[in-house]
């Protein structure tokens, strides 16, 4: 995005080499993975999302090939992964922290890039979601899990929040640098209250009594 | 499919209800998901083939972003499944049946929308497949089943059998609501035998003879 | 690419073919399977690539869908794997050279497509090694494997190799029929050599000292 304001440029990408460096050491956790495996899947983590926002409002080539510093932070997030996995595993809470960036800054601007490309408000919260959770779901898919995100943790609830909030005051015309932030805001605190209180959405009726 | 006749719209409405029902349902079976994993995997399977024909022909925002009773259908389908699943687990035939209705209408639409648009016989009958098709197998593969459109059972071939209907029809120049009735007729009625009989498609000649 | 000189047109059919082939026969051995499954898991080993390349860089419909060839033989190389898996079996040796064959045709065709496209030097590059390995990965998934290009051997490396070597001899204007044929040459070179000695991309650290 070359016409987002400085702050929400460098939210994205911290969000961009955080989503990175923590899809990469998921994916050494869930499989044996070699450098090109560990690297591929940090730059989808990364990445996957932005590009199938953009191929479905029809953007392509998408964002990430075109604007380098995306690529750049992406597979430099996985490199770093790749070397150093063993001492990353250590951080665990500053990862969080900088994955729920991700989350909230990739949220609020794949719903504001969807509505410019004039897709109406739900079709719009729903690619603001895609965007924040889709490369993190093409990688577990590609290492045989259940993506984490149809299973547990309050993960795409914020960022569909994120989303609804940017879509709102786009729509209300008072959208600019803070309103942006205020979405980010918000996404990054339920998530971050959901990973404190380990919040769950709720499951199907069958699986709370017995256990399915 | 705005320009599409009342009849054909309302059996493709039902089909996109059908599809998110029971893509949700089989979801709830196969994985451990909470609301945001069925509503989403009802989506899927109710959207994913319509938008993966939309994108390869280069039909984006795809016709599912673009019209809303698609996504309020999938949607609800999706939270219909996830309240009612113990109950609807009791009601497989009828959905079997409304199932078989989506899969009919998806693949007559499907190929008469790549027809039109350009591609030749061939690839628009495979386009009808992956339009009836797709959003299963996208499914199937996010919890982790081999998608069994490629396993067993005839679902693929009266998809193609109603997208070939379609195709010959349309360039034979005697294409309208009769002829697309009668190629859903077709492939529903190939289906409901497959259901009824237990039909299977050839398996290789090596798992013929053994239990391989 | 109805422009590209006879013998690489001559290469990219063989590879499409060996593909559909070495495809199917490895979903057979991973998966139960019926004629659907295997015949569309070597077509989507034999096209995925490309068709992702093409829906990225905005070629759509996909060249597999515009020119005949590439159907028939990606279709005809699953129905003789389909009919012949057990003899084929047999043929390992023959059958890896063809597919090291496509594997260099594709990472070239793919880069000069997507350079030609507009895209930059680094993405061009991604996308020859997409368009050669993206069948293959999205087969893999489908039969629950997790993709074999992600874990061993050198398989993405030579195709990242070859394609640097092409989009290089483009950007330096030395590119045509000759340039074209020593990529190839040296992908499939180091493919055989890897295939011959056995050779493995680095691992993780964590991963070189235990049995993790």
Do not use: K
């Amino acid at each position: 995005m070359s016409t987002a304001p400085p702050l929400l440029l460098a939210l994205d990408f911290t969000g961009t080499f955080a989503f990175a460096l923590n899809g990469a050491l998921t994916a050494v956790r869930a499989a044996r993975l070699d450098i090109v495996g560990v690297v591929t899947l940090g730059m989808i983590t990364a990445l996957g999302g932005g590009i199938m926002r953009d191929v479905l409002i029809g953007a392509v080539p998408p964002t990430a090939f075109q604007q380098w510093p995306y690529l750049a932070l992406a597979g430099g997030g996985g490199l770093v992964a790749f070397a150093l996995s063993q001492w990353l595993d250590r951080l665990e809470t500053p990862i969080n922290v900088l994955d729920a960036v991700g989350l909230s800054t990739f949220a609020v601007i794949g719903a504001s890039t969807a509505l410019e490309a004039g897709l109406d408000v739900t079709p719009a919260i729903l690619l603001g979601g895609v965007t924040a959770v889709g490369g993190g779901t093409i990688r577990d898919t590609l290492v045989r899990r259940v993506p984490s995100v149809l299973q547990s943790d309050l993960y795409a609830i914020p960022a569909l929040i994120g989303a609804a909030v940017t879509v709102v005051t786009i729509r209300a015309g008072i959208y600019g640098v803070w309103a942006a932030l205020a979405a980010v805001g918000v996404c990054f605190v339920i998530r971050m209250l959901g990973v404190h209180f380990g919040l769950q959405a709720p499951v199907p009726p069958a699986h709370r009594d017995g256990n399915a």
